[in-house]
């Protein structure tokens, strides 16, 4: 279930607002725009990360996206750099795997997400992994995020798991709870931190 949903627009059967193109980075070094794409399996919460990244705000009952919906959020680092996050919230339902390539397509990061009470939600995270590496940008930034930290009781992908996973593939891993927002900042903060910082000209 999603945090927040968009609509496809109904004239064309698409959804609106998509643009393929846009994304790399931004040529002041000191104020990077960058196109962040979320992944993942259905009810991992990538919405609700967004959300209360966002908007400081959590719905438990919130509505499943549909498609993807767009975001953006500007985060300011003790460099004084400041970098402009363009979110695209992927649906996680299997039937629109098909569209993710255009959303992940000339993203600077991707942040791939998980349950950790879901070991099946961390085998689709891998699938996302595969993905990217083969289809995604080549220097793209890739955090991978295990979700949900709050149900520890429940939990069933062990840290050590993830986070050698994690360091196999070059990715950088947090574990997080969109609930009670614990490590939601962070997480962008550690992406922004990893952004190449050359002006792309």
Known sequence: MGCSASLPDKSSGKLSGLNTESGGGATDPKNLKVKLVLLGDSGVGKSCIVLRFVRGQFDPTSKVTVGASFLSQTIALQDSTTVKFEIWDTAGQERYAALAP????????????????????????????????????????????GNKADLQENREVSIEDAKGYAEKNGMFFIET???????????????AKRLPRTPTS
Do not use: M
């Not at 991707?110 to 995270?125: C, G, L, M, Q, R």
């Not at 709870?177 to 900042?185: G, H, L, M, V």
């Open 102 to 145: 255009l959303y992940y397509r000339g993203a600077a990061v991707a942040v791939v997400v998980y349950d950790i009470t879901s070991p099946e939600s961390f085998n689709k995270a891998q699938y996302w992994v595969k993905e990217l590496q083969k289809h995604g940008s080549p220097n793209i930034v890739l955090a991978l995020v």
């Open 177 to 191: 709870s969109a609930k009670t927002a614990d490590n939601i900042n962070q997480l962008f903060e550690e992406i």
